[in-house]
């Protein structure tokens, strides 16, 4: 039980989780939002959460942005990794002005208003592209070397890893697809349909949320 709460402790320590946490709020009041259409509180508490939230991420970008850096100078570059990374730096980079304009820091205009969101978002879509392609390339990766090794050469411990690795692969494509969706309604690629959004993003959040629990 004392390992449990420990586990507890430092999970909830963790700015990520924050985040995240207010994350699946955020949606949960979006899914409810269609039951209340007249009432404000829920845009008011959304309005804020979103502040908060963009405030938690200022470093992100700055995270992204190492990671990319780094992996430049390893052995074996995956060229897509370090766009990906690129890619989200860029979305949360954008974020932060968005922030700003929320924040009354800079004039509200076209460019903060409109074109920074816009630009965020298809930085977003295009990192969640990426990482669907890459899950994508690892699932085939495994497909080829068991066509090639033959399934009966496997042992039991090499079956688990690619049982378990093909499991990670398929969860975050899931995840990423869902995620695409919000993404897409928000640049108005598809229709927006709030009940899916609050679902899928509440989904993901708690996906999110349950990766970090796993590290803790």
Not at 32 to 43: A, K, N, R, V
Not at 102 to 115: E, G, H, P, T
Not at 129 to 139: F, K, Q, T, V, Y
Not at 150 to 166: C, F, M, N
Request: some cysteine; charged content about 20%.
């Amino acid at each position: 039980m004392a390992v449990l709460v420990d586990k507890f402790i430092v999970f909830t320590n963790i700015t990520d989780v924050r985040e995240k946490l207010l994350r699946w709020l955020q949606f949960f009041i979006v899914f409810i939002s269609i039951w209340f259409p007249q009432s404000t509180i829920p845009l008011q508490l959304k309005a804020q959460i979103l502040i908060i939230r963009k405030v938690l991420r200022c470093f992100k970008p700055l995270q992204h942005a190492n990671t990319a850096y780094k992996h430049c100078y390893s052995t074996n570059i995956d060229y897509l990794f370090i766009l990906k990374n690129i890619c989200f730096m860029l979305y949360l980079g954008a974020d932060q002005i968005v922030l700003l304009r929320m924040l009354n820091l800079i004039s509200k205009n076209n460019f903060s208003l409109v074109q920074v969101p816009r630009f965020a978002n298809i930085f977003w879509l295009t990192a969640l592209s990426i990482d669907i392609r890459m899950n994508l390339n690892i699932i085939k990766k495994l497909d080829d070397k068991k066509l090639d090794k033959g399934a009966s050469s496997q042992d039991k411990t090499q079956k688990k890893i690619v049982t378990r690795t093909r499991f990670i692969s398929i969860r975050k494509i899931i995840w990423d697809i869902l995620d695409t969706y919000i993404v897409s309604t928000y640049l108005q690629y598809m229709k927006s349909n709030s009940i899916l959004i609050g679902i899928f993003g509440i989904i993901t959040s708690t996906l999110a949320m349950q990766d970090i629990w796993n590290k803790c």
